[in-house]
């Protein structure tokens, strides 16, 4: 890892996800509307919550920081798998493949630990709801966040910079739609156990530390829950946190599979199929999850609509 890298690659050719002309196609018109769904959403979550003054805690303003980096990463990876789709150029500079590397590891690092941050948010809301407010005051808030990116981008930078000092003397063509870790990694001609144990351990103890939280805030939650006598109070607890634990479960359980596993056990064809979920389908549904199923999000809405009408009205 100390030393400089040597290799004569000056790009990688991204070899996607299919040679098929007529799969391309209708995969670029999927990931097309898929991206312009997560561009809406995720725009339109930001936006209502900005512009209802009863959206604004801490739960919300987690929440806007949630569609901020769905909306980044997502931005990071599907514009040039869409032109990798639609026209003949397949390759992607040496530079510019690390800094897709290098932004899609921060902003998915990151979120992994917003995630965490709205799981304790949870907690403190449904175990010790009377504290709710002086626990999770503004300062807690912004020092959860910022915590959150600070170690986002300690970890994505330290994994770039000892990713890029490899030797690419293989081949500079890419069995990926993007330029992730592992795939990297296999077109390196030297050694790279460290590099692999070293990712392993820095991005490996960003997932571990963020599903230790949210795992020790459910079993607390759970335990409140079952301690309600009223089955009304249980249903209140459980829907104040159903929809963060279905968008939890949706991306640790393809991150998870996808990186906490040594390079040996690399497969191109399911490692692609997880890779499309988490980067182009995950960042679209999560702004659907905590909309369609959440009752003030659907209200601030409605308030916003009739805001606005009234405006109108007035005007006229």
Known sequence: MGRRNSTNVADFILMGLTDSAETQLVLSVLFLLIYLITVLGNSGMILIIRLDNQLHTSMYFF??????????????????????????????????????????????????????????????????????????????CWSLLNGSYVIGFVDSIVNVLCISRLDFCKSNILQHFFCDTSPILALSCG?????????FITGGSTLVLSLITISGSYLSILSTIL?????????????????????????????????????????????????????????????????????EVKNAVVRILQKREGCRQLKY
């Open 63 to 140: 929440l806007t920081h949630l569609s901020f980096l769905d909306l980044s990463y997502s931005s990071v990876i599907t514009p040039k798998t869409l032109q990798n789709l639609l026209t003949s150029t397949k390759s992607i500079s040496f530079l510019g493949c690390f800094n897709q590397m290098f932004f899609f590891l921060f902003f998915g690092g990151t979120e992994c630990l917003v995630l965490s941050s709205m799981a304790y948010d949870r907690y403190v809301a449904i175990c010790h709801p009377l504290h709710y407010p002086v626990i999770m005051s503004t300062k807690l």
């Open 191 to 199: 050694d790279t156990s460290e590099v692999e144990i070293f990712i």
């Open 227 to 295: 301690k309600c006598n009223s089955a009304a109070g249980k249903r209140k607890a459980f829907s104040t946190c159903a929809s963060h634990l279905l968008g939890v479960t949706i991306f640790y359980s393809t991150s998870i599979f996808t990186y906490l596993k040594p390079k040996t056990s690399y497969s191109l064809g399911r490692d692609q199929v997880a890779s499309v979920f988490y980067t182009i389908v995950v960042p679209m549904l999560n702004p659907l999850i905590y909309s369609l199923r959440n009752k």
